[in-house]
């Protein structure tokens, strides 16, 4: 029995080279577009969307980095380690690696979490996990927690997963790019 599965690395563009095609979304970014190819086990078909578009993971190191993959007119400039798609994936705007243990045990160090980023913080969903970078009495921050409201007028409050770590709140002003994660990817074996 032969099982085959959706291509999830960068390898990719290599196999679909001439049956790429290129073009311009309503920013005037240029978009890969790779055929969709659907092979189920079995030969059974399945009804199931995919992502229309794969996710772009970045490997970001630090914080200023981050920031500026936030932001959509510097975006343009980082390039995509891999293109990761699943099966009924939400639409994201890309994918980092987490580090720390301030989310443990729901996400790990080394975990991929996919997000879409935020650009009215009004719009902001209380109660939801966010990758947040902050900046504040010259100092910056970024973490992913959850965001929940503050007790004070202005602020917003961070909290962790792991109760070792403390909520800590920050004026609602200082927060400089914001993303939900709407996807967390976590890797159980190397091999």
């Known amino acids: 029995m032969r099982t085959e599965h ?38 059974q078909r399945r009804h199931m969307r995919c992502s229309p578009l794969p996710v772009p993971l970045y490997d970001i190191d630090a914080t200023a980095g981050v920031k500026q993959l936030l932001c959509d007119t510097v975006r343009q400039r ?4 891999e293109l ?11 994918a980092l690696r987490i580090t720390g243990d301030s989310m443990y045990p729901l996400l790990k160090s080394g975990d991929l979490v996919l997000y879409k ?4 913080k009004s719009n902001i969903i209380w109660g939801e996990m966010y990758l947040a970078a902050i900046r504040h ?8 927690k959850y965001i929940q409201r503050s007790d004070r007028e202005g602020y917003i409050r961070f909290v962790s997963e792991n109760r070792h ?16 994660i709407k996807a967390c990817i976590r890797f159980q074996s190397a091999f």
């Not at 990761?84 to 890309?94: A, K, N, Q, V």
Request: net charge negative; charged share 25%; with cysteine.
């Open 6 to 43: 959706y291509d999830t690395s960068a390898h990719m563009l290599r196999r679909y080279k001439g049956r790429i095609t290129q073009r311009e979304d309503t920013t005037g970014a240029t978009c890969t577009i790779l055929p969709q190819r659907r092979r189920w086990p079995y030969g």
């Open 78 to 81: 980082h390039i995509p380690i």
């Open 84 to 94: 990761i798609s699943l099966p009924d994936m939400p639409h994201c705007d890309g």
């Open 117 to 120: 980023e935020i650009h009215d």
């Open 137 to 144: 009495r010259g100092d910056e921050y970024f973490f992913a």
């Open 165 to 180: 770590h403390q909520p800590v709140e920050f004026p609602t002003e200082s927060i400089v790019a914001i993303a939900l």
